[in-house]
């Protein structure tokens, strides 16, 4: 009877130890890059290269593979530049044909901001200068900077 806790209780430490990676096993990512209705587009990114500016703010992004871009930041009021990554996870399902959305995190020594940038095509002008698409920036707790961007394309 002993031997019978022993092994049930050495199980439920091994299977306390699991971690389970909803994201991995989700049935939107799937490895063939279909989508079942939550996103659509979760292919390669539309954006290679961006530069995009607003009211005292600068943004300029890279891609480094398909769905992941570096990106450099000047924010209002900020001692430096902000950096990080953000990544492409497909259009969000109802959202306007064009729309792109880039989200992820930028970084000034330990501070961080969760970014959630969105483009919309269509010619715009800010700051004396014209560009593709009009761009809004989402920063943590941030009021939305608004501003043009020009995407790349290869």
Not at 76 to 86: H, I, N, Q
């Amino acid at each position: 009877m002993i031997g019978r806790y022993l092994v049930l209780g050495s199980f439920a430490i091994l299977v306390s130890g699991c971690v389970i990676d909803e994201e991995a096993i989700s049935p939107n990512n799937r490895p063939d890059g279909q989508t079942t209705g939550q996103t659509r587009g979760t292919g390669l990114s539309p954006v290679p290269d961006m530069k995009a500016w607003g009211k005292d703010w600068t943004l300029d992004v890279k891609s480094i593979d398909g769905k992941q871009h570096s990106a450099q930041m000047t924010i209002p009021d900020s001692s430096g530049p902000w950096m990080g990554t953000l990544n492409y996870h497909g259009t969000p399902q109802g959202a306007p044909a064009g729309l792109v959305s880039l989200n992820g995190e930028m970084r000034q020594g330990i501070a961080m901001l969760q970014t959630i940038v969105t483009l919309t095509p269509g010619n715009c002008s800010a700051e004396g200068r014209t560009g593709t698409h009009k761009v809004t920036v989402n920063l943590t707790d941030g009021k939305p900077l608004q501003g043009c961007a020009n995407v790349a394309v290869y």
